[in-house]
C-alpha cells in the first residue's frame, strides 16, 4: 500500500487534485534525471519545478523517485505513474489540437543504432516531415542496448534497432531486411580478391564500430567460428569514420550493406562480396507496451512500416 495514503472522497466521487503541469514537470524529471534538467526543457525555475513534484507525490500519497547521488531515480510507484502520465499528456496535446484540423503536429522523439539513423530512417523522417511540416523529430543515434533502455525509461516514443528483442515490456515490429558488407578502398590489396572466404580476411587489418554496435557482434559471431580474435586497428562511434578509415587505405571494414550503397556506387570503396558472410538481418521498431500511441505515433509507425524491405 502507498505510504501516505490521502482520502479526497465527496458524495461518492472523487476529488481531482493532480494537474497536468504537476505530470509534465514528473515526467520530464523521470526522462532526464533531475530536476534541473527538466526544469530547463520546460522553462520552469527549479523550485517551481521542485514544488510541482512534491504537490504531486502528496496529492498521489506515494515518493516517486529515489536518490543516487544527484539523480533522481524512479521508485516502484513512480514506474507505474510514468506511462499513464505520459499517456495522459499526450492525450491533452490531441485535445489541444482537436481545433488545427486534420495536421500533424507536435515534437517525435525517435532513437535509432547508427546504420538505420544513417540510411533507412533519417530517409524517411525527411518524407514523412515534408507532409506534414508541423511535426518536429528529435533523433537520437546509439547502440541497441542504449535505444533499448532510453524507449524503455518512455525517453523516447519509438526506437529502432538492428535485431529482434524479446523483452516483455516492448511492443515490436519488424521492419526492413539488411545484410553485412565486408568492403575496403579501391588501392587495397584485398580489392583484387573479391569473393574471398571469411578466414582469409581475419588476418587483416580492421576499421569497425565500437562493441555495442549489433553488426560488430554479428561480425564478431562469425569470426569467432574461425579465429579467436579479430586484429581490430581503429574502431569508432561514428559509421562516416570507420569509411573514411577504411578509404584511406590499409584497413577492411565491415557495416550495414545498406549505409555504404552510395560508395559502392560511385566506386570509393570496394564491396568484397564474402560468400560466407550471409548473415540475415532484420530491423524492429520498438515502444513502451501499454503505452498510449497518439495520432502522430500511429501515423509515423504506418508511415515507416509501408517502408518496402
Not at 574471398?196 to 561480425?219: N, V
Not at 567460428?225 to 561514428?238: C, G, P, Q, T
Amino acid at each position: 500500500m502507498p505510504n501516505r495514503v490521502r482520502q479526497g472522497w465527496r458524495s461518492g466521487r472523487r476529488r481531482i487534485r493532480i494537474t497536468l503541469r504537476q505530470l509534465a514537470v514528473f515526467e520530464a524529471i523521470a526522462r532526464c534525471g533531475s530536476i534541473a534538467k527538466a526544469a530547463d526543457e520546460i522553462a520552469l525555475s527549479q523550485s517551481a519545478a521542485s514544488m510541482a513534484l512534491r504537490d504531486l507525490e502528496a496529492h498521489l500519497g506515494v515518493d516517486l523517485f529515489a536518490r543516487e547521488g544527484k539523480r533522481l531515480l524512479l521508485s516502484d510507484y513512480g514506474r507505474q505513474v510514468q506511462a499513464r502520465a505520459s499517456s495522459l499528456l499526450r492525450q491533452a496535446e490531441e485535445l489541444e489540437k482537436l481545433t488545427a484540423g486534420d495536421e500533424l503536429v507536435g515534437r517525435l522523439r525517435l532513437g535509432a543504432t547508427p546504420a538505420l539513423a544513417h540510411s533507412a530512417l533519417s530517409e524517411a523522417c525527411g518524407r514523412f516531415t515534408r507532409v506534414h511540416p508541423g511535426v518536429v523529430i528529435d533523433l537520437s543515434v546509439a547502440a541497441s542496448i542504449d535505444v533499448i533502455a532510453k524507449v524503455h525509461r518512455m525517453s523516447l516514443d519509438m526506437g529502432f534497432i538492428g535485431s529482434p528483442t524479446n523483452r516483455s515490456d516492448l511492443e515490436t515490429r519488424d521492419w526492413i531486411d539488411d545484410r553485412l558488407a565486408i568492403f575496403c578502398a579501391p588501392d587495397h590489396p584485398c580489392a583484387r580478391r573479391i569473393g574471398a572466404c571469411l578466414t582469409k580476411l581475419l588476418a587483416e587489418d580492421w576499421a569497425l564500430e565500437k562493441a555495442m554496435s549489433s553488426e560488430r557482434i554479428s561480425l564478431t559471431m562469425e569470426a569467432l567460428k574461425h579465429l579467436s580474435s579479430i586484429r581490430i586497428v581503429f574502431e569508432s562511434d561514428s559509421i562516416d569514420a570507420v569509411k573514411a578509415a577504411v578509404r584511406a587505405g590499409g584497413m577492411i571494414g565491415c557495416l550495414s550493406r545498406r549505409t555504404l550503397t552510395g560508395e559502392f556506387a560511385r566506386g570509393e570503396l570496394i564491396d568484397l562480396e564474402v560468400p560466407d558472410l550471409d548473415v540475415p538481418r532484420r530491423a524492429t521498431i520498438i515502444w513502451k507496451k501499454d503505452s498510449y500511441q497518439g495520432q502522430l505515433q500511429s501515423a509515423f509507425l504506418d508511415f515507416v512500416g509501408a517502408i518496402e524491405g
